[in-house]
């Protein structure tokens, strides 16, 4: 992979050097949390943390509105997504778990060491 080639249109607006720095967690990778979490790996996002319900599995009927397709279908969304980013951009470090409950998406930008709490699909950043 060559970074240079890989930023290249985009590298005067998003400053990947700054973003490979950046940690984003993802509560939720339905069709809105994907789609949050696949343009954080084109932005140059380095660490991206995919959290989802266990066993959320992609069914047919997401499908229309989700950025993963068929041959993801019966997959954890966590790991099929996990794998889409990493296709999207190799050296974003995509980490996953699966174990909240039903919850809304909520994107938050951490500034030190990601911490997070399966209860209540809470994400806190800690200094490390």
Known sequence: MNRNELFKRTEAILKPEIAHKETWSMIGVGSGGAR??????RFGVGTIILVDRPSEKLEEHNIIRHPLGYRDLGRLKVEALRDHILNINPESLSRFAAGVGKKPVIMMRCRFAPTAIAEDALVRCARS
């Open 36 to 41: 949050v979490a696949e343009e954080a790996a």
